[in-house]
């Protein structure tokens, strides 16, 4: 018999990279053949049953036929948080989500989970509607998160080997209301006068970078290079989880040169000796004594990337500095405005007259 490995396990029951498998010895023709039986990526819960079932038949040196046990939601949902727990920056949001899924599908057998039982549970989220803002419904982009997080839940369920294919891969996403909101000029120096100081600054980065409020907030001075007018991200910072440099303008390498360093305390940003972590109460009063409406912190996202492509700059160096993995979600940060639209048709028309300048000078010349 076997001994129990490094990981703890009962008497052969082992763990690989492959998953679980059962370790033991036939007897074949007279002779003992040794015999791994893979179990594959199933909960250690699983696996434990399986060996103990089969216990006895492997004293005996008999060869084993094993029917894996069904997987459940509630199983393959606790593997995808495990995982989204070591890898994932958005783990809050998906433990809230998986939380609201598992309350739904619970113990159900994977196999079990097809379109019309996805249907079922997004007719009875719209019907709960927004549980934060009573009376207001669910915007399509929660709906699709709840949808998305369930695809990757199952996609990992196919990988792992517990159901064959996905079965709701196909089950289209809500149509989602995309913000275009940014702020004129004018609205944006009443912005930063009606910030406090301690506000302004950070309104200031995020304007004129596009860094995300966490990667503010959590931003240290050993990140910050003022010689070479630089902010280095490390992928822990981020929540693409890749490395990226924020280059500062002249501007905001005085602003951080003008910024108090509070004792004690690695982070840029603090209030009362102590690292910001929400900015809610002190940004609504900003925007209500600057007379700005249908405003969001996260629109001096949209500020940014629009203002960079207005500058001329390309959307790959954009990219860069923002942060995004994707040009389709970049779009959906890069605003076209009617001045846009307006530029676009005068230069047409110098186009047109600079040709039709040039015909008439060739005309007369011959």
């Known amino acids: 018999m076997s001994q129990p490995n490094v990981y703890g396990l009962p008497q052969n029951l082992r763990k690989d990279a492959g998953g679980y498998f059962l370790d033991y010895r036939v007897q074949e023709g007279g002779r ?30 008999k060869f084993l036929t094993i029917d894996k046990p069904k997987a459940t939601f509630n199983e393959v949902a606790d593997s995808f948080l495990a995982y989204s727990k070591s890898r994932k920056k958005s783990f809050k949001n998906d433990a809230q989500i998986v939380g609201r899924l598992k309350g739904f599908f619970g113990d159900r057998p ?3 989970i097809k379109r019309d039982l ?12 927004n549980t934060q803002l009573p009376g207001k419904p669910l915007s399509g982009s929660t709906l699709n998160h709840d949808i998305a997080t369930l695809k990757s839940i199952l996609r990992r369920a196919v990988l792992d080997g517990q159901i064959e294919r996905n079965p709701i891969e196909r089950v289209p996403k809500f149509k989602e209301k995309v913000r275009d909101r940014t702020l004129t000029d004018e609205e944006y120096e009443s912005l930063l006068l009606n910030c406090p100081p301690h506000l302004q600054a950070i309104v200031k980065l995020a304007y004129l970078t596009g860094m995300r409020r966490g990667e503010i907030f959590g931003l240290r001075w050993d990140q910050t290079d003022l010689q070479n007018k630089v902010i280095t991200l490390e992928a822990t910072d981020t929540k693409t989880q890749e490395k990226r440099e924020v280059p500062l303008s002249g501007e905001l390498k005085e602003m951080f040169q003008r910024i108090p360093r509070t004792l004690g305390s690695p ?11 929400t900015i809610k109460t002190a940004w609504l009063r900003a925007l209500k004594r600057a007379g700005i409406k249908d405003f969001k912190f996260h629109d001096l996202r949209h500020c940014a990337v629009t203002n960079l492509r207005k500058a001329g700059i390309s959307d790959s160096v ?14 959906r940060y890069n605003r076209i405005d009617r001045e846009d ?9 110098r186009l047109k ?3 039709r300048t040039r015909s008439q000078n060739a005309s007369a010349l011959s």
């Open 32 to 61: 003992s053949k040794r015999v791994r039986h893979r179990l594959g990526q199933i909960p250690l819960a699983h696996a434990k049953r399986i060996y103990a079932q089969h216990l006895q038949s492997m004293a005996e040196h």
């Open 318 to 331: 954009i990219m860069s500095i923002s942060g995004h993995k994707t040009y389709s979600m970049f779009k």
């Open 110 to 112: 994977l196999e079990s």
């Open 267 to 277: 982070y840029v940003f603090t209030y009362k000796g102590r690292r910001i972590g």
């Open 353 to 355: 007259d600079t040709a």
């Open 341 to 349: 639209r307006l530029q676009a048709i005068e230069q047409v028309e």
């Open 118 to 129: 996805v249907d079922l549970f997004l007719a009875q989220r719209m019907q709960e509607g």
